[in-house]
């Protein structure tokens, strides 16, 4: 008997701890609202909604439900949800300048605005507005302050740098012009005080990711962390959250880094027709070979498989339609079954953009069969319909008219499932066109 006590009593702890591991909306108007919250010395925080607005209710089943949302917030503030549509809530959104949803305004218990946010966001960056208005951590511009105040200390100048992804966006006009040109000075500012050397960590390395995008043919900061690939990816994982869930180690990290940066560099290269890709394809086999170990491509060795794209390139974007093909089938028959959906779609992509739907006979019966193949794959409902038109121009352009009308009908018939309305009828409207042309 006692036991069977002891483990009601456990469900209903276990069921009430759960119901309160989450926000707790108070359930009356906005004026019982401020009234609770002098009465408990809180402040208020609103969620300004509505009954149509579907972020809105994304933010109360996926945001205002988390554990964490609830810890700090239950404890803090009252929260309450206010129908912007209600005819008694009118005066309240005049008041508080509500224009848009969803907005969510935490206000002082005397009725005062601290602090806004527009739009949806996730956990964390709604607990960090949270806690700048409740005076628990600083604003991005008293962040900025303190800074103009003690220029020497990396911890501000770092924060900043990590912030400034998220605060930069929520302005407009001037106020973003200056706060982009003043991030931008930071980062050189950082970099060359702090020195690339001693920023083996996970902070500095996301600083780098986020303000050091590209390369070129003189960067000490890749050569840095190419010449030191271990150091950097020990110092990445060792600063990597131990909350159980599953992010790349700081080796894959690093390594993507260094490879999406080379890769981009040497299709720059080829897209110019600078010969000297070549050099920089030497890097795969040498400084960047640590970075390059993880990557498969079928029976294709890492440098062929790099060789073979960068060389199809470079033909490509001079007009050599018999390299490139020649260069991607070699490509294809190596990878084997490796290959991609993106394998195939990039170089579509590519002659479409060179060629500006103006290619050889020859041409268009050549990537017949990549986009049969492609079309093999599971793929989003917009990319199907673009591959379907796409079989639609080749066939046409090879003199197969019924055939690309029935590619073209598949593509319509497939473009009902795209979700976005406006993308759906503009697609349709291509469609319609290329059959009208048939």
């Given at each position: 008997m006692r036991k069977t006590f002891y483990l009601m009593v456990f469900l209903i702890v276990g069921i009430l701890g759960n119901?309160?591991?989450?926000?707790?909306?108070?359930?009356?108007?906005?004026?019982?609202?401020?009234?609770?919250?002098?009465?408990?010395?809180?402040?208020?925080?609103?969620?300004?909604?509505?009954?149509?607005?579907?972020?809105?209710?994304?933010?109360?089943?996926?945001?205002?439900?988390?554990?964490?949302?609830?810890?700090?917030?239950?404890?803090?503030?009252?929260?309450v949800q206010v129908d912007v549509d209600a005819k008694e809530n009118k005066d309240i959104v005049k008041k508080y300048n509500v224009e848009a949803l969803p907005t969510m305004v935490f206000i002082s218990r005397e009725g005062k605005e601290m602090r806004r946010v527009r739009g949806g966001v996730p956990a964390d960056a709604l607990i960090k507005e949270a806690k700048i208005a409740a005076g628990d951590e600083l604003s991005f511009e008293q962040l900025y302050d303190k800074y103009k105040k003690k220029k020497n200390d990396f911890d501000i100048q770092q924060q900043l740098l990590l912030e400034a992804p998220?605060?930069?966006?929520?302005?407009?006009?001037?106020?973003?012009?200056k706060w982009g040109a003043?991030?931008?000075?930071?980062?050189?500012?950082?970099?060359?005080?702090?020195?690339?050397?001693?920023?083996?960590?996970?902070?500095?390395?996301?600083?780098?990711?986020?303000?050091?995008?590209?390369?070129?043919?003189?960067?000490?900061?890749?050569?840095?962390?190419?010449?030191?690939?271990?150091?950097?990816?020990?110092?990445?994982?060792?600063?990597?959250?131990?909350?159980?869930k599953e992010t790349p180690t700081g080796r894959d990290r690093v390594a993507h880094y260094l490879i999406s940066m080379n890769n981009s560099y040497i299709i720059q290269l080829c897209k110019r027709g600078d010969i000297n890709y070549k050099k920089r394809l030497a890097r795969v086999n040498g400084d960047l070979k640590n970075a390059y170990a993880g990557i498969s491509f079928g029976s294709l060795s890492v440098l062929d498989a790099i060789t073979l794209l960068?060389?199809?390139?470079?033909?490509?974007?001079?007009?050599?339609?018999?390299?490139?093909?020649?260069?991607?089938n070699v490509y294809f028959a190596g990878k084997g079954e490796a290959t991609e959906l993106a394998d195939y779609t990039q170089p579509l992509q590519d002659l479409a953009t060179v060629y500006e739907g103006k290619m050889s006979e020859n041409a268009y019966g050549k990537c017949i069969d990549w986009i049969a193949k492609?079309?093999?794959?599971?793929?989003?409902?917009?990319?199907?319909?673009?591959?379907?038109?796409?079989?639609?121009?080749?066939?046409?352009?090879?003199?197969?008219?019924?055939?690309?009308?029935?590619?073209?009908?598949?593509?319509?018939?497939?473009?009902?499932?795209?979700?976005?309305?406006?993308?759906?009828?503009?697609?349709?409207?291509?469609?319609?066109?290329?059959?009208?042309?048939?």
């Open positions: 119901l309160s591991a989450q926000m707790t909306l108070f359930k009356g108007t906005f004026d019982e609202a401020i009234k609770k919250a002098r009465e408990e010395k809180k402040d208020l925080f609103v969620d300004f909604c509505a009954e149509w607005c579907g972020p809105c209710k994304a933010m109360a089943s996926e945001v205002f439900t988390q554990p964490e949302i609830g810890e700090y917030f239950n404890s803090r503030f009252v929260c998220m605060f930069i966006p929520t302005q407009v006009g001037y106020d973003q012009q003043r991030i931008e000075s930071l980062f050189p500012e950082y970099l060359k005080n702090k020195k690339i050397e001693n920023m083996a960590n996970g902070a500095d390395f996301l600083i780098l990711t986020l303000y050091h995008r590209g390369t070129s043919k003189e960067d000490p900061i890749f050569d840095c962390i190419a010449n030191n690939f271990d150091k950097f990816a020990e110092g990445v994982q060792k600063d990597a959250p131990g909350d159980g960068a060389d199809a390139t470079y033909g490509l974007y001079r007009h050599d339609e018999n390299t490139f093909f020649e260069k991607m492609a079309l093999t794959y599971e793929m989003v409902v917009p990319t199907r319909v673009r591959l379907l038109m796409m079989m639609g121009d080749c066939l046409k352009n090879t003199g197969e008219t019924a055939k690309a009308k029935q590619s073209y009908n598949q593509a319509f018939i497939a473009s009902a499932g795209i979700e976005n309305k406006a993308e759906m009828k503009q697609l349709q409207q291509m469609i319609q066109q290329s059959l009208q042309g048939l």
